[in-house]
């Protein structure tokens, strides 16, 4: 074991740690689990124990932590930089995907996957599936790929779908899962359950594999553990072997993503499987008041625990929680402005005014957010809607892209793969494996190998054929590029490519909607024009007008690189799954109602809503019923959680339904929380009045004081 690392930041904070996280902290030669209930300073505990394990003398990069977004990986990776300093930069801090990758780029030669392999988003998938399973119909291609993902987080691979089928529809979607496989290897593709799924099979089969990276990682730390599914507990249980240096951190309580795999039977089972785990609970809140507290307790107590805990604070009571009885969706609209407004204007008392930025607007589903964004408009109250796509993740812009990166550069194989494909030119995903098997034999890139004369004892005449068409069209294409030295030659350029492998056409084929295909298509025209005025010179270098072949060169690298979002001073709209992990100061909780918060479908008596989630498929009813009931109340949990100062709940009496408007109960999540009715019922519009007419007066009586005396 090396020697301690020492760390000159970590002393002044650790008196900050509470007795439970200094446990947590200490903690280090065996399994343990920790129970982070929410605002309880979980981040905290693993910087501090990443900190600890470092002077304990474990190497940086022997220190592995995996969480569960790219976003929450860069909030950990800046936490550790701020508390260890430079040994921060070497400990693998990475999502489960990011891991997988990462393990399949080092070891996936094993089973014949090259390094530079393709990583397809949702899109993708979906085409691939549609030509696997001879369909054009879009809603049955991604009905498959729910079925398909689903057996791929229990660990299953096509064959075993096959023998677990329970009824031919699942045998069907089970054979198309086989020819999907076939493509995906053919492509060197993989989808992201396979970042999960590959590594558990190179480490399950492969023990050369297994040992290696049990080596590599002396301690493994795993953030939002109840969020993880089947496939990812068996993987963490390989990484760590029977050492068992883990740390799962989670809380059973905000377990809110059943619906894609997650389950708590991997809380269950950790003690079984780790008779010796330790189990440690973070149960003092550092975030909310305890008015808030106590409701969340109050909603949460009423689902079966796993392990028990109670949060308290010592921030003191707070103002009590708000409900707000709306007519409409429109007068509920109205209520938060005037919440925000009221809230605003009331200040802090210390005569700090309120942010937008303090604001969060948090609703089950997202139709819920159109009649507060025209409120919000209609009050010139500036916002933001979660969940926007950056203009570079769209799959018509990274179809381009995919060719602008082959010709900035011929050995990129995941380009030369999309490229090829999207739009299809009659090559078959046979020709690509064999084409694909071919370049790993003579560690080749793709384009390369296309032209090598050799490759002709592998491929048909028809089949190189085509390939070398693609070839020469490709070559064709750089040379045009560079050719193209200012706006108008570069969009003529751009419409004559687009033209040729008819991508518009492509897009019609593929939509179900004409009205989806030719919004696309107009994605793809104001990207053109964007590319075009990129030829033209800067203001600060007149005459130096850059060819569409550099302007390619650097859309291959825009197109990796993922847009920062600014900071700015604007109310949060966002659904209540997104807003897991974050936290403001004042909270409001629109559509509060019976079918919408807990939601159902029209099979259960609901209304049938468009949530921000995949359908669940109906299991046994009593049971199935009752494991809904449960997820929903840890997201109504989440929810309040999310407050520091003030808590708002909304709900209204008539939604739209259609055309007509439909009565609507409140959610029995209210009564759950046990609010006190004298304090809690609330209309802002009067507090607003109130606060004004107080302004007035106050205005008024400064006025009068400053008039000079008559004389």
Known sequence: ??????????????????????????????????????????????????????????????????????????????????????????????????????????????????????????????????????????????????????????????????????????????????????RLSAYQSVDFDDLINLPLSLLRHHTEVREHWQRSIAHALVDEYQDTNASQYELLKLLVGERAHFTAVGDDDQSIYGWRGATLDNLRRLPQDYPQLRVIKLEQNYRSTSAILRAANNVITLNPKLFPKTLFSELGEGEPVKLIEAESEEQEAERVVSRIQALRSAGDGNGKRAEFRDFAVLYRANHLARPIEVALRRASIPYKVSGGQSFFERSEIRDLCAWFRLWSNEDDDPAFVRAITTPKRGIGHQTLAALGQFASQYKLSLFAALFSSSLSSVLSAKALDGLHEFGRYVTHCQEDARAATDAKAANEFLMQWLETIRYRQYLIDSEDSAKVAESKWESVLDFVQWLCKRCEPEPDEPGNNRTMLEVAQSMALLSTISEKEKDRDVVNLSTLHASKGLEWPHVMLVGVNEGTLPFYNEADGGNRQNTDQAEIPDSSPAEADATRLEEERRLMYVGITRAQRTLTVLWTRRRKKGRDFVSVLPSRFIAEMKLDETQSREDPREKLRALRAEFAARAAAQSSADKPLDT
């Open 1 to 182: 074991m090396a020697s301690p690392t020492p760390l000159p930041h970590l002393s002044p904070m650790a008196p900050s740690l509470n007795q439970a996280q200094l446990e947590a902290v200490h903690y280090i030669y065996g399994p343990s689990l920790v129970l982070a209930g929410a605002g309880s300073g979980k981040t905290r505990v693993i910087t501090h124990k990443i900190g600890h394990l470092l002077q304990a003398g474990i190497r940086p990069e022997q220190i592995t932590a995996i969480t569960f977004t790219n976003k929450a990986a860069a909030e950990m990776r800046e936490r550790a930089k701020a508390l260890l300093g430079k040994p921060a930069k070497h400990i693998v801090i990475s999502t489960f995907h990011s891991l997988g990758v990462r393990i399949l780029r080092e070891s996936g030669s094993v089973v014949g996957l090259k390094p530079h392999f393709s990583i397809l988003d949702t899109g993708d998938v979906t085409h691939l599936l549609k030509d696997a399973g001879g369909t054009t119909d879009t809603l049955t291609a991604k009905k498959w790929q729910y079925q398909i993902s689903q057996w791929k987080g229990e660990g299953w691979d096509g064959n075993q779908a096959l023998t677990q089928a329970k009824n031919e529809e699942e045998l069907q979607i089970a054979r198309v899962m086989l020819r999907y496989e076939e």
